[in-house]
């Protein structure tokens, strides 16, 4: 054939201009389906925001009205703490002249409720509430270390340590016993509530069940039922009943702080704009003790794994109460997304807490816990877990657009 049409026999081949066009669709289709696969296989590596799988409450905006005096302070003195003995396993620094007994509760009330957290309040002053002392003694310009100052401030602000307070009726909403530890039981769940009373109230009141052990008895704390009286820390209570599942939208002057989430000593600190480099001229020289008015809140994180922390400097995209999270073994494993899932639904019990606020690296994001006593102690896959109580604070200090920097 290719002979013939040289010789003549044939007229030369000039192709169709509808045979042209076709051809030129069809390699359009191709390269869109194969385009679309790529992007759906590279989607499937990559973990699932909770922000995303969230469903819209409605509701953007918390009511600030307080909830009624649940809580009756104690006098000082009324209330008898046991010994506490150092643990020789301890990773805390020395702090000399630390407090103990109400001394000891009454410094860890006075840094929680000032936003620089103690950890879970327990009478027992350790790594969390000395990083808390040095925050306020920075913001106050006072040299890291000094407890006197911090310590006559708490003593005038927290008189009474210890008060009587009533399990409320609204926690029969927020306790189930039945919750099942099992994941695919969990899924079918209306929410991830606390297990027990004395778990509810416990984190109501920043503390862990071992302290309210402590205060009233395991019989009572146990046997805690609605209506019941229970010795608490005398602290602002994190009220769970007050979440509906918003969503917080940007804040002109939120949205402009800075978040430095250090894991090397499991601390947030949140400023009003990125930290200035220190410059050291003379190291030999003395260091000038300046109030740093910029640092307006820090609380303790636990960060993920070494091999999963994002280290670097990103952007806060969303910011969103009562998180639905996505349960997937395989993404956990590091195999990626997979079809088999299930949706956890929102709650005090969820592996991420009652806020998620989700970061510009994608999967990545602060958010609470459903074990407040672990916190800097068991890593998390890759984010930063906060208690609930402190968590649920930080929407008042940031907003989607702040940046937030994992060194």
Same mark, same amino acid.
């Given at each position: 054939?290719?002979?013939?049409?040289?010789?003549?026999?044939?007229?030369?081949?000039?192709?169709?201009?509808?045979?042209?066009?076709?051809?030129?669709?069809?390699?359009?289709?191709?390269?869109?389906?194969?385009?679309?696969?790529?992007?759906?296989?590279?989607?499937?590596?990559?973990?699932?925001?909770?922000?995303?799988?969230?469903?819209?409450?409605?509701?953007?905006?918390?009511?600030?009205?307080?909830?009624?005096?649940?809580?009756?302070?104690?006098?000082?003195?009324?209330?008898?703490?046991?010994?506490?003995?150092?643990?020789?396993?301890?990773?805390?620094?020395?702090?000399?002249?630390?407090?103990?007994?109400?001394?000891?509760?009454?410094?860890?009330?006075?840094?929680?409720?000032?936003?620089?957290?103690?950890?879970?309040?327990?009478?027992?002053?350790?790594?969390?509430?000395?990083?808390?002392?040095?925050?306020?003694?920075?913001?106050?310009?006072?040299?890291?270390?000094?407890?006197?100052?911090?310590?006559?401030? /708490? @003593?005038?602000?927290?008189?009474? *340590?210890? #008060?009587?307070?009533?399990?409320?009726?609204? +926690?029969?909403?927020? $306790?189930?016993?039945?919750?099942?530890?099992?994941?695919?039981?969990?899924?079918?769940?209306?929410?991830?509530?606390?297990?027990?009373?004395?778990?509810?109230?416990?984190?109501?009141?920043?503390?862990?069940?071992?302290?309210?052990?402590?205060?009233?008895?395991?019989?009572?704390?146990?046997?805690?039922?609605?209506?019941?009286?229970?010795?608490?820390?005398?602290?602002?209570?994190?009220?769970?009943?007050?979440?509906?599942?918003?969503?917080?939208?940007?804040?002109?002057?939120?949205?402009?702080?800075?978040?430095?989430?250090?894991?090397?000593?499991?601390? /947030? @600190?949140?400023?009003?704009?990125? *930290?200035? #480099?220190?410059?050291?001229?003379?190291?030999? +020289?003395?260091?000038? $003790?300046?109030?740093?008015?910029?640092?307006?809140?820090?609380?303790?994180?636990?960060?993920?794994?070494?091999?999963?922390?994002?280290?670097?400097?990103?952007?806060?995209?969303?910011?969103?109460?009562?998180?639905?999270?996505?349960?997937?073994?395989?993404?956990?494993?590091?195999?990626?997304?997979?079809?088999?899932?299930?949706?956890?639904?929102?709650?005090?019990?969820?592996?991420?807490?009652?806020?998620?606020?989700?970061?510009?690296?994608?999967?990545?994001?602060?958010?609470?816990?459903?074990?407040?006593?672990?916190?800097?102690?068991?890593?998390?896959?890759?984010?930063?877990?906060?208690?609930?109580?402190?968590?649920?604070?930080?929407?008042?200090?940031?907003?989607?657009?702040?940046?937030?920097?994992?060194?």
């Amino acid at each position: 054939m290719t002979d013939q049409r040289k010789a003549g026999i044939f007229p030369p081949f000039s192709p169709n201009p509808v045979f042209t066009m076709i051809r030129q669709l069809l390699s359009f289709f191709v390269f869109a389906a194969f385009s679309s696969t790529s992007a759906e296989e590279v989607l499937r590596a990559l973990p699932v925001d909770p922000s995303d799988i969230t469903p819209e409450s409605g509701l953007k905006v918390v009511d600030p009205t307080p909830p009624p005096a649940e809580a009756k302070p104690l006098p000082p003195g009324e209330v008898v703490l046991p010994e506490v003995k150092k643990n020789p396993r301890s990773d805390s620094p020395d702090m000399p002249n630390l407090p103990s007994g109400d001394d000891a509760v009454r410094l860890q009330i006075f840094l929680d409720q000032s936003h620089f957290g103690p950890g879970v309040i327990d009478g027992k002053p350790g790594r969390f509430t000395i990083l808390a002392v040095n925050s306020w003694n920075e913001v106050n310009g006072h040299p890291p270390g000094e407890i006197g100052p911090v310590m006559a401030a /708490a @003593r005038k602000a927290v008189p009474n *340590p210890f #008060a009587v307070a009533i399990v409320p009726e609204v +926690a029969t909403k927020w $306790v189930n016993s039945k919750l099942s530890y099992k994941k695919s039981e969990q899924a079918k769940e209306k929410r991830m509530s606390y297990r027990s009373y004395a778990e509810f109230m416990s984190e109501r009141y920043h503390t862990d069940v071992e302290f309210l052990i402590d205060l009233n008895g395991s019989s009572k704390t146990y046997g805690l039922q609605p209506r019941s009286s229970v010795i608490v820390p005398n602290v602002q209570p994190f009220t769970i009943e007050s979440l509906t599942g918003s969503r917080y939208e940007t804040e002109e002057l939120l949205n402009s702080r800075h978040v430095v989430v250090d894991t090397k000593i499991n601390q /947030a @600190r949140i400023y009003e704009a990125a *930290p200035k #480099a220190l410059i050291v001229t003379d190291p030999d +020289a003395p260091v000038l $003790v300046t109030a740093n008015s910029a640092l307006v809140a820090s609380f303790p994180i636990t960060p993920g794994k070494p091999q999963f922390i994002k280290y670097g400097q990103w952007e806060l995209k969303n910011c969103v109460q009562l998180p639905v999270w996505r349960y997937d073994q395989s993404l956990l494993d590091g195999k990626g997304r997979s079809s088999k899932y299930l949706n956890i639904p929102p709650g005090p019990n969820s592996p991420v807490g009652v806020i998620w606020a989700g970061l510009s690296v994608s999967g990545i994001g602060m958010h609470g816990t459903s074990d407040p006593e672990t916190i800097g102690r068991a890593q998390s896959a890759g984010c930063i877990r906060m208690a609930n109580w402190d968590v649920v604070r930080l929407p008042d200090f940031i907003r989607p657009g702040a940046t937030v920097e994992i060194r």
